[in-house]
């Protein structure tokens, strides 16, 4: 099945440094990515679109300029925290659409991140 | 504006117990609904995915409906074992848009 590969799985990093996470779609091409964050114990709040060779759109709330995503390849969509803080820890993960045929998606296995 | 509803938020069951997990959303017009199971700091994994032509789905022990024009949807877990117990994600989709997620149904199969 489609498989969407997320690194790192966990990153301890000190504020004010940036930190990126990346996620390659293995098996498929993925026009269309999507970024999540996630709270302790809650459902992942959408932050942003990311399209193939465009520019990402975000949701309403969400800093473009902290949160910076780029999509360069149909492969490879990143997300990087710029100038971390400890409220941006969470949990972040990333989704793409499998297939326009049956618009399945499938998730990677999420990055841990810890800003102390 | 899609809502997805979960219920219930918790369910705690003796192992071999048959149960049911339901969702409910607002808006009808949807294209599809996948269910997922996310355990403890992990990522989301699939579990099933009805279209909207569809009325159920079912892989192993899990099944999944769907009824559309009343907007609910109902994942069954057979014979539940201790290895079932996650939280489980109903979602809607509507293309190539975001899914829109319930919070979830942190569930527990006490051996």
């Known amino acids: 099945g489609a498989v969407v590969s997320q690194h790192p799985s966990r990153v301890i990093c000190k504020s004010g440094t940036s930190v990126k996470i990346e996620c390659r779609s293995l098996?498929?091409?993925?026009?269309?990515m999507f970024w999540y964050r996630q709270f302790p114990k809650k459902s992942l709040m959408l932050m942003a679109t990311?399209?193939?060779?465009?520019?990402?759109?975000?949701e309403q709330g969400v800093e473009k300029d902290k949160f910076l995503i780029n999509h360069a390849s149909l492969t490879l969509s990143t997300l990087t925290v710029t100038s971390a803080h400890p409220e941006d820890s969470s949990f972040y993960i990333c989704?793409?659409?499998?297939?326009?045929?049956?618009?399945?998606?499938?998730f990677g296995s999420g990055t841990r991140l810890t800003v102390v | 504006k899609q809502e997805v509803t979960q219920i219930p938020a918790a369910l705690s069951v003796p192992e071999g117990e048959n149960l049911v997990l339901n969702c409910s959303f607002t808006?009808?017009?949807?294209?599809?609904l996948q269910w997922f199971r996310q355990d403890p700091g992990k990522g989301l994994t699939s579990l099933l995915l009805?279209?909207?032509?569809?009325r159920e789905q079912t892989s192993g022990r899990l099944n999944a409906s769907l009824d559309k024009s009343s907007g609910r949807s109902t994942l069954y877990i057979a014979a539940s074992q201790p290895g079932d117990s996650a939280t489980y994600l109903c979602?809607?989709?509507?293309?190539?848009?975001?899914?829109?997620f319930g919070k979830g149904t942190r569930l527990s199969v006490i051996a």
């Open positions: 989704s793409a659409l499998t297939s326009d045929r049956d618009y399945g998606y499938t």
């Open positions: 098996d498929f091409q993925a026009t269309t």
């Open positions: 990311s399209n193939e060779g465009s520019k990402a759109t975000y």
């Open positions: 808006d009808s017009a949807i294209y599809n």
């Open positions: 009805i279209q909207s032509s569809q």
């Open positions: 979602a809607v989709g509507s293309g190539n848009t975001p899914l829109v």
